[in-house]
């Protein structure tokens, strides 16, 4: 199993821009998760999902917006790249035990 | 709403010394407790968790925390740490609904 990917590893963008960042697990989890991590804050869940079709906000999800159209794919879309969205995105999905699988992250820039 | 709280931003600590890394919780319903690691530009790694039954939980890498209800905590020890643990720690407590809380993490630098 490769377990949690994510691509790319690195982006920049300009302000304004948009993207998606890819997150794609191979263990038939149904529970995936979006955080975000900047220096000293820890993470911060952006969007989850409990099942294909099914999506819901986290705790920071204002510039974000999601889909899950099939079990193994959750991307994260970044209508507007503004300066506060600079930060490493982590994509996490859930196993039976609770403990949740992390990807290795996306390090976003936006100038 | 559950809060967890690592009281240590950093934590120096000499190589083959002990160390502990505090991690307090706050929550009203049953709570699982977790420890994650994270090396420089990688993702988090799951080191040791609490869901029920024995208090004293072990990891890998040697660590192991206790769980202390009445504390209200769930501090990570090590009894001799080495300089490949030098990492960021997370602590992080689940409990309805499959989502985490993280705590702010603690950056443990062992020196030589």
Known sequence: NAG????????????????????????????????????????????????????????????????????????????????????????????GGLEQYFGPGTRLTVT | AQSVTQLDSQVPVFEEAPVELRCNYSSSVSVYLFWYVQYPNQGLQLLLKYLSGSTLVKGINGFEAEFNKSQTSFHLRKPSVHISDTAEYFCAAGGGGNKLTFGTGTQLKVEL
């Open chain 1, 4 to 95: 949690v990917t994510q691509t790319p590893k690195f982006r920049i963008l300009k302000i304004g821009q948009s993207m998606t960042l890819q997150c794609t697990q191979d263990m038939n989890h149904n529970y995936m998760y979006w955080y975000r991590q900047d220096p000293g804050m820890g993470l911060k869940l952006i969007y989850y999902s409990v099942g294909a079709g099914i999506t819901d906000k986290g705790e920071v999800p204002n510039g974000y917006n999601v889909s899950r159209s099939t079990t193994e794919d959750f991307p994260l879309r970044l209508e507007l790249a503004a300066p506060s969205q600079t930060s490493v995105y982590f994509c996490a999905s859930i196993a």
